[in-house]
């Protein structure tokens, strides 16, 4: 759906609301070398101990990523303690990384042990049940990169996983003061203003969609 440009070319857009979306979405990716360049050429100010704990969270996501799942808990424990205690759905998720690890690494007797120790107690809960199943049936073939499971052991799901635990150190605790991420939101700035542009535009379609205007579509927008 295209709009008349007299309509928004009007409209002032400042510098530094463009910096601080793009320093937003750099922060919370954790590229710290590329921060450290945006800042330098935008005369913008950044705190050591933030470009500290960044590269924290950046050896966190790597090593969750990687699938070196004992390191990305220890390193969180450090940065943000508890948090695994009071998120369960991402505690699960990356002791499931840790079993999925086992399990790539042909070690299947040490899989089965730690899935007992650490993924059993899951199974009290409802909603890990079926999940469970899903990575316990991995031990029963010989290859599980061919099974019908083999999506849990791609790098789309370590990815997945490993942003998941970024946004939550992000995001989910305002209490840890302490640290100078603590208030940032488990999102960027610049996600939120697509995901509310999105929405006004589809909101804009769906009352001129009776005119025969098409559904707006972000992917076809970015593209124009």
Known sequence: MDFDPRYYDHVAV??????NLVLSYLVHNCYKETVESFITCTGMKQTDDHLDDMEKRKRIFHFAS?????????????????????NQDLHFDL????FVE???SR??????????????PFGKVQKY??????????????DPEKSPMFHLLSLEYRLRVADNL???????????????HANKP?????????????VVRQCLSQEHGKDGHPQFSLKDFLKS
């Open 107 to 120: 070690k299947c007797t040490e899989a089965l042990e730690f899935a007992q120790t650490k993924l059993t």
């Open 166 to 180: 970024n946004r939550a150190i992000l995001g989910l605790f305002p209490e840890l003061h302490h640290l100078s």
């Open 14 to 19: 400042n510098d530094n609301d463009i910096h």
């Open 129 to 142: 049940v079926e999940k469970l199943e899903d990575f316990m049936a991995l031990l029963a073939y010989e």
């Open 95 to 98: 002791l499931s990384l840790r």
């Open 66 to 86: 990687e699938g070196n799942v004992l390191r990305a808990l220890e390193l969180t424990e450090e940065l943000a303690p508890d948090l695994l205690e009071k």
């Open 186 to 198: 488990s999102c960027t700035a610049m996600e939120r203003l697509i995901q509310q542009i999105t």
């Open 102 to 104: 086992l399990v790539s």
